[in-house]
């Protein structure tokens, strides 16, 4: 694939948000023009099983799926499943995981899915207004304060990794 | 219409094409990863609703489509199982108005019992396919299914898989078709009646409609070549078509979007000059063995590409000529009951008793696995009784005795009653338990209604099947309704007594579901006049 396609993995446990995360990212980048694939296989893995869901965008994206090893992104919602998904990361792709928010205070443990999303967004093209009007469209109203408290928390940790802070 | 560009899923997609196209009644059963499109359809303000199960819904399409409507109906790929009687007939009788009839595979089986091909239905039941291969095709190929079904008065199957269901991708809606005239009922007793004298002709004209739609397939019928005229060229079809364009870059790549007919000279000339002629397909060998048949040398895949789905890598892997055994997945945590499931007490108490389960499908297939392993069998919708049963009749009385039946309230009125009967009319020496686990929705596809919850597709009152009202008018005595939560130990000791009491019993164990249980408050609050 050319790299002018994004490969975004996000993985985690049924129930942790894995799903919502994947369709927010892909709608942030939906909304800023690109093309934009989705992929994931939902049913039984609802019930605490291992969920990953792709998500690839740019100017035109083939295959919906993240082939193994060429994750330029890796979001992980869950500790335990850093290891057995780290074979999907391409060397020098970047993985982000619940660590990279420590010192960061979060309302819920419920937005920790939007608050990598944050951390996400600090290595990608896509403006803060598209990542908010995807969050304002996959999560009900009363969630949303909380949700972008989150994301901005993520990102704003994310910038601090960068030492600008 | 909706003309702006969005993103969708194939399921989302198959939905909206229907709302455009005014398509009059969706009917269905949920099945993963078909279970979104009536409930997306719904949700765009169409008609839609949940049968008791796929064969039944195909019969009301069938029935929708005599009057002139157009109708849509959804199910996974074992569903058609069990609609393939009414499917195999509607062939020879054809339709009025439109009828498109989606089949979601599971290849890799990601949520399913088996990974059937049914690109094969099409073929032994003598109906059109198409094949999308995302959620643009989706959307594309539902407006061309009912135009290929109106034009030729012929069912359409529209053969979905997981990956296309359930991936998102853009669409862009495109001008709705002409408005179909209004439903009536135009008496066509020859055409509708299969008694052998009417059917034997009708089968001649479905003969003859399919040679139309193949001449029209091969002449304008749907396709994407990319890459045109190169070296290397293959022929893909459904999800495959992407994962192949991505795997190999320097390939001419075909798409043949209606896959029953097959456009064999559009193939054949596709291949002409070819170096090399591939066909890459998910599933059976069912492209790569039609074309042969026609005399067109293709390379198929080798045996081990049948089992699981294709990916870039695995088309990568096909496309170097490796037989060579595959990296084995990664290791992933199963899915497990939900902690607090009304479920686990019975499972608990089944595994305590050694009971020998007949299972059946749905979340309590989990049963199966630690810490539980109470499951014996499990092998299609309903097969707990009739499998329980013939266990009963035929294994040595102090073994007959520990066989239960164990079966969901949505599977239960899917093909479950049947095998009621069953038992009553052929009761075991040994008697019977059936233990109907109803947890008031159809939790393993996400909470959907069915005739038990008593409320429709969109959460609204209706008519409610009462299940042991239904066991105990088909006379059965035994018949009890538990919450086998408020005492564990009380249940497992009536399970035991019911399996040895040499008598036909029923369980109904009711408690909502731990997940729906929020919901169904809300919808009875709702309903209260």
């Known amino acids: ?53 792709d998500v690839r965008f740019g100017a035109e994206v083939l295959s919906p799926m993240v082939p193994a090893g060429e994750a330029d992104f890796l979001v992980v919602l869950d500790a335990d499943q850093v290891q057995i998904n780290l074979p999907l990361l391409r060397p020098g792709g970047r993985l982000i995981d619940p660590a990279r928010l ?9 937005s920790l899915n939007v608050a990598l999303l944050g951390v996400l967004s600090a290595s990608l093209d896509i403006p803060e207004t598209a990542w908010r009007k995807a969050i304002a469209t996959h999560l009900p109203e009363k969630l949303h304060a909380a949700n972008f408290a989150a994301f901005e928390a993520g990102r704003a940790a994310a910038r601090g990794d960068g030492g600008s802070q | 219409m909706t003309p702006q560009r969005q993103l969708l899923s194939g399921d989302e997609a198959v939905a909206l094409a229907a709302f455009d196209a005014g398509v009059r009644l969706g009917a269905g059963y949920p099945g993963t990863p078909s279970t979104e499109i009536l409930e997306y359809f719904a949700h765009l303000g169409g008609r839609a609703r949940w049968s008791p199960n796929e064969k039944v819904a195909l019969e009301v399409g069938i029935g929708a489509a005599f009057a ?40 890799g089986m990601a949520s399913s019992q088996n990974e059937q091909d049914n ?44 990956r296309v269901c359930h991936s998102k991708t853009v669409v862009r809606p495109r001008a709705a078709l002409p408005a179909p005239p209004e439903p009536d009922f135009v008496r066509d007793i020859r055409g509708r009646v299969m008694i052998p004298s009417n059917a034997r002709p009708a089968h001649r004209r479905l003969r003859a409609k399919l040679a139309g739609i193949a001449r029209w397939n091969e002449a304008e019928g749907p396709r994407r070549v990319a890459g045109e ?3 290397l060229r293959i022929v893909a079809s459904g999800v495959a078509f992407a994962h192949a364009r991505e795997a190999a870059p320097e390939a001419a790549v075909f798409q043949p979007g209606m896959t029953y007919p097959l456009p064999v000279e559009a193939i054949r000339g596709f291949f002409d000059g070819a170096a090399r002629r591939v066909v890459i397909e998910e599933g059976d060998p069912v492209l790569a063995e039609a074309l042969r048949a026609e005399g067109i040398a293709v390379e198929a895949k080798p045996e081990m590409y049948r089992f699981g789905e294709l990916d870039v890598a695995r088309i990568r892997r096909i496309l170097a000529g490796g037989a060579a055994p595959e990296p084995a997945p990664a290791p992933v945590t199963p899915p497990r009951l939900c902690p607090g499931c009304p479920h686990r007490a019975v499972f608990e108490a089944l595994r305590d008793l050694d009971c020998i389960v007949s299972g059946d499908i749905g979340c309590y297939s989990l049963g199966v696995l630690p810490p539980f392993e109470a499951m014996d069998t499990l092998v299609c919708m309903g097969a707990a009784l009739g499998v329980g049963l013939g266990m009963r009749a035929t294994l040595p009385a102090e073994q007959a005795r520990r066989v239960v039946s164990v079966i969901g309230d949505s599977t239960f009125v899917h093909s479950g009653i049947t095998g009621l009967v069953e038992m009553v009319y052929n009761p075991p020496s040994t008697g019977h338990l059936v233990l109907i686990l109803d947890n008031g929705t159809t939790a393993m596809t996400g909470m959907q209604e069915h005739p038990g919850t008593g409320r429709t597709l969109d959460h609204r009152p209706t008519g409610k099947v009462s299940f042991e009202d239904l066991a105990r008018a088909l006379g059965i005595s035994d018949v009890l309704v538990v919450d086998p939560t408020v005492n564990p130990a009380g249940f497992r000791e009536l399970v035991r007594e019911r399996l040895d009491a040499g008598r036909l019993s029923v369980i109904v164990a009711r408690r909502n579901c731990l997940l729906a249980a929020g919901k169904i408050k809300e919808y009875e609050r709702c309903d209260e006049p």
């Not at chain 1, 420590?102 to 419920?110: F, I, P, T």
């Not at chain 2, 995302?134 to 979905?160: C, H, K, N």
């Open chain 1, 1 to 53: 694939m050319s790299r002018s396609v994004t490969n975004i993995v996000v993985a985690g446990l049924g129930g942790q948000g894995v799903l919502k995360a994947s369709d927010i990212a892909a709608e942030a980048a939906f909304l800023s023009g690109h093309d934009v694939k989705k992929s994931e296989l939902h049913g039984m893995s609802q019930r605490g099983g291992s969920v990953t869901s």
């Open chain 2, 229 to 231: 005229g190169r070296q």
């Open chain 1, 102 to 110: 420590e010192g960061v205070r979060l309302a819920s443990r419920k």
């Open chain 2, 68 to 107: 002139r409507a157009r109708a849509l109906v959804t199910m996974k790929h074992v569903g058609l199982n069990v609609a393939a009687d009414p499917l195999f007939t509607a062939a020879y009788t054809g339709v009025s108005g439109a009828l498109v009839i989606v089949s979601a595979d599971d290849p």
């Open chain 2, 119 to 162: 690109r094969r239905f099409a073929a032994a039941a003598g109906v059109p396919m198409l094949e999308p291969a995302d959620s643009q095709d989706a959307y594309d190929f539902t407006l061309l299914a009912i135009e290929v079904s109106e034009r030729w008065g012929i069912p359409v199957l529209l053969r979905m898989t997981t």
